[in-house]
């Protein structure tokens, strides 16, 4: 199917929505994945990230039922599930659900009535690649629920709700970054996000650049101890740097100076950890500048900078990320490049010349494939309007 065709897209899901469930949807939810332009990790030390939405995004096809059951399906996994709003338990058998009971979870802790639904999804937004299509599915099921329920829902709120959902009954410890761009993204800007304050402003990408996704589909595991283990480091970094400064409540807070100034007072580990994402903090607001006006040879230097203090000193590298950013550095109209998501392979972005995207991915592709035998996927990407309802 054609990711980009809405018109074949509906109709696909219609259709496997009648056969199923016995009668047509009577609404369609729609949220997209994300991807960092800049900011690894800095979301739970409570800093800036630069995040946009991609063109890539989960559908809920869904009608309302006049009880409390919600039975739900998904076209891009083999198992469903049906679940009482009164007993929402964990589900071993299809996994996947439980991103939606999270939700209708946490919905119902902060008080909101809900109403069953039958619905069923459909995503094109890759899965476990760090484009977030678990913030999407997510995002997608509380625009049902409140739609059916007949409730109006802010979206930073929404974005709350999903990142309970994941921490609390999913059981992912992340932070708030990825729901929050697929419930608030803008079409054609880039989200500068400050994660403290949970606001943001839209920062427009320079017209003459393309972001492209270079999906390097190596194995990637976020429940694994890796993720968590930089968390704790950071929080250690924090407890220590506050013996010099009181003041301080996240690295955030920090500044290199102050860093420099208390460094031998941190496991070097720790020190390097914090270190990256002080400057990786910095590296966003530089690249608010940077983006709109299009600065090539500044864009390059921060897309380097934070490849080499991800592989460095934060240490989320892996080899399949290296030989990707050695096909993206090799390819035609490359302008900067790094990771994206939280690192350990996935996904990486490059922003790429407007005119040259169909050269660079095919350059891409086969250095990627012939270095590492696996063959990439490599696509366009476009910022897209966050959650809510298609009008079909
Ligand atoms: P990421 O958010 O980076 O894609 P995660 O591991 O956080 O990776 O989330 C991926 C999981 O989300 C999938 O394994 C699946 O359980 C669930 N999921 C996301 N989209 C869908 C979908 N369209 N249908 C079923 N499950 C989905
Ligand atoms: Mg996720």
Redesign the pocket.
């Known amino acids: 199917m054609d990711e980009y065709d809405y018109t074949a897209r509906k109709d696909t899901v219609a259709q496997a929505f009648a056969e199923r469930f016995g009668a047509a949807p009577a609404l369609w939810a729609r949220a997209p ?1 994300r991807v960092d332009l800049m900011g690894s990790h800095t979301d739970y030390n409570l800093g800036y990230v630069m995040t946009a939405t991609v063109d890539r995004d ?1 559908w809920i096809a869904a009608r309302p039922r006049a009880d409390r059951q919600v039975r739900i399906g ?4 083999a198992s469903s599930a049906a679940f009482s709003l009164d007993m929402i338990e964990h589900d071993d058998d299809a ?2 659900t439980n ?1 939606v009971r999270g939700v209708a979870v946490a919905l119902q802790e902060a008080g909101y009535a809900l109403r069953g639904f039958d619905g069923l ?3 094109t ?13 997510e995002m997608a099921a509380a625009v049902v629920f409140a739609a059916v329920s007949g409730f109006d829902l802010d979206p930073v709120q929404m974005a709350l709700i999903g990142q309970r959902a ?1 921490n609390h009954f999913v059981g ?1 410890n ?1 932070g708030i970054l ?1 729901q929050y761009s697929s419930a608030l993204g803008q079409s054609g800007s880039a989200l500068l996000l400050d994660c403290r304050t949970l606001t943001h402003r839209a920062v427009p990408l320079n017209p003459s650049l393309q972001m492209v996704i270079c999906d390097t589909r190596a194995a990637r595991n ?2 694994g101890t890796e993720y968590d283990e930089r968390r704790a480091q950071c929080e250690h970094g924090v407890r220590l740097l506050q013996r010099a400064y009181p003041a301080i409540e996240a690295l955030r807070d920090v500044s290199l100076e102050q860093l420099a100034a208390h460094c031998d007072a941190l496991p070097e580990v720790v020190a390097r950890r914090c270190r990256f994402i002080i400057e990786e903090n910095r590296r966003v607001l530089d690249l608010a500048r940077a983006l709109p006006v299009g600065d090539r040879v500044r864009l390059a230097k921060l897309y380097a900078d934070s490849y080499a203090g991800a592989r460095d000193l934060y240490e989320i590298g892996a080899p399949s990320m290296a030989a990707m950013m050695d096909a993206m550095l090799a390819a035609p109209g490359v302008i900067g490049a790094r990771q994206a ?1 939280a690192g350990f392979g ?1 996904c990486m972005i490059a922003l790429v010349e407007c005119e040259q995207v169909v050269a660079f991915s095919a350059a891409v592709e086969r250095t990627y494939a012939a270095g590492t035998g696996i063959q990439p996927r490599v696509f366009p990407v476009t910022a897209s309007d966050g959650a809510g309802l298609l009008a079909f």
Do not use: K, M, R
């Open positions: 994945g989960t998904s076209l891009n996994v996994p996947w991103y999804v459909h995503s937004v890759p899965f476990s690649s760090g484009l977030s299509s678990s913030a999407a599915i994941e992912v992340s990825d976020l429940t998501g996935g």
